[in-house]
Each structure stands twice: as structure tokens, then as C-alpha cells.
């Protein structure tokens, strides 16, 4: 289950319509796919990952114009994880759209809006997120520092971030919002 949380209006949210509703505004597409109690174990080859959502990959690539898909596992074992975490944790965007569906861990990605608020959105097993081509953002990862997860792009040889060196990502916090909606 995602968390949606805008800072700067002292919003935060964990219910699925709202969340899309309010991604949506941003160009964002939010979904949650039935993991069916995880339709394969989380420490499944990538093959198995792949073939378990077969199905849902063909028809995003379909709707997307996407090619090839994979899955990242990044884990607090990760060889090189600070340095993999730099480039992921800066604003950037991207010549084409970033398509992530978690299925294991959790992640957080902050949307920069051109005209609005910064959008950050916890994302866990089942959910999937597509970022537009040309959207800033930066990811982060939570305390567990794990998130294993099926990616989508429209170029085999992957997407290359373009970095704004806005140093936006400096007023926001690689916190996860869990425990906020649990003291609520």
C-alpha cells in the first residue's frame, strides 16, 4: 500500500483513489496490481518475476511503447550501494518514461512539480508507478534500504538520467511515511 505526502500542504495519504486522483494531476500513472499473496516468492530469479507478471508487462508495453523489462534488486548487501543510490537520489528526468512495479521492499519517489508542490510517494509490494518522460524526480530508499522491482523501458539500452543540479532533493528528507499514517 503507497503513501502519498505533499510537505508543503501537511498532506498525507494511503488511500489508493486519492492517490492516483492526486498523481494523476501531476501526469503520474498510480496503480496497484493484485500480488495475489505475491505471486512468487520475494527472493524469486528474475525469470520467475518476470513470467509472474507476464501478463501485466505485455499489456503496459502495449500501452507505453515499452520494449524490454527487468527487475532491480537492491538490498543493504548491494555492492556499490551509496554510489547506485547517487544516482538515483538526485533530481533528474529522463528521455523516456520511468515505469517501476514494486515487489519487494519499499522506495520513495519525490515528483517535482513544474507548477505545484513536490509530491512524494512511498511505494511497496503491489504498487506501480509511471513517471512521463521529462518529469523531475529523484528516488530514495527507505530504512530497509531494500526494494526489488520490475522495470520498463522504451530503449533497450535503458534510460539515462539528466541531472538538474538544483539541489532541490536538499529540502526533503529520505524519510518513509509509514509511521506517519500509523499514529494517525
Excluded at 24 to 34: L, P, S, T
Excluded at 37 to 44: I, K, Q
Excluded at 65 to 90: C, H, Q, R, W
Excluded at 162 to 174: A, K, L, V
Amino acid at each position: 500500500m503507497a503513501i502519498l505526502s505533499i510537505p508543503q500542504r501537511d498532506f498525507c495519504t494511503d488511500d489508493p483513489a486519492k492517490i492516483a486522483e492526486h498523481l494523476a494531476g501531476a501526469g503520474i500513472v498510480y496503480e496497484q496490481w493484485d500480488t495475489g499473496g505475491l505471486r512468487v516468492g520475494e527472493d524469486a530469479a528474475e525469470a520467475e518475476i518476470l513470467e509472474a507478471y507476464s501478463d501485466e508487462i505485455e499489456q503496459l508495453k502495449v500501452s507505453g511503447g515499452y520494449v524490454t523489462a527487468d527487475v532491480i534488486d537492491v538490498s543493504p548487501d548491494t555492492p556499490g550501494l551509496d554510489e547506485m543510490l547517487a544516482k538515483f537520489n538526485k533530481e533528474h528526468w529522463h528521455d523516456e518514461d520511468e515505469v517501476r512495479f514494486i515487489v519487494k521492499g519499499h522506495g520513495l519517489f519525490h515528483i517535482a512539480q513544474k507548477d505545484g508542490p513536490v509530491l512524494a510517494i512511498e511505494m511497496e509490494a503491489g504498487d506501480l508507478i509511471r513517471v512521463p518522460r521529462g518529469t523531475l524526480h529523484w528516488f530514495d530508499l527507505c530504512a530497509d534500504r531494500t526494494v526489488r522491482a520490475i522495470r520498463l523501458f522504451q530503449d533497450v539500452s535503458g534510460w539515462t538520467p539528466h541531472y538538474t543540479d538544483s539541489r532541490n532533493e536538499d529540502g526533503y528528507q529520505p524519510l518513509c511515511f509509514s509511521s506517519m499514517i500509523s499514529e494517525q
